[in-house]
């Protein structure tokens, strides 16, 4: 069984940072990639960032290159998500996932994560 958890979400001002954590509780995190997406009211959920199990390769969404980066700590079983120059439509529910396989490979597809926590609000207001 894999457990999922993330916290560090909140509300922030415009221009302001948050960092996410997603912990990991059964299987190590060491053999998957790992991913974060994300959902606003009303649409559908967006890849935002995913790193491979290496650590070696990271890819991000468009709408977040530059302001946000991907990273993770094995020995922590922990990625994390940090956040920066945070705009209002950053506003979402974002959520960990887990790659069980593709060799360790991150992808942007939703499906292709296996298992999934249950979201941390982040609020910007505009």
């Known amino acids: 069984q894999v457990q999922l958890v993330e916290s560090g979400g909140g509300l922030v001002q415009a221009g302001g940072s948050l960092r996410l954590s997603c912990t990991r509780s059964g299987r190590p995190l060491s053999m998957s990639a790992m991913g974060w997406f994300r959902q606003a009211p009303g649409k559908e959920r967006e890849f935002v960032a995913a790193i491979s199990s290496s650590g070696s390769s990271t890819m991000y969404g468009d709408s977040v290159k530059g302001r946000f980066t991907i990273s993770r700590d094995d020995s922590k079983n922990t990625v994390y998500l940090q956040m920066n120059t945070l705009k209002p439509e950053d506003t979402a529910v974002y959520y960990c996932?887990?790659?069980?396989?593709?060799?360790?490979?991150?992808?942007?597809?939703?499906?292709?994560?296996?298992?999934w926590g249950q979201g941390t609000q982040v609020t910007v207001p505009s």
């Open positions: 996932a887990a790659r069980m396989g593709g060799l360790g490979y991150p992808t942007t597809v939703t499906s292709d994560y296996d298992y």
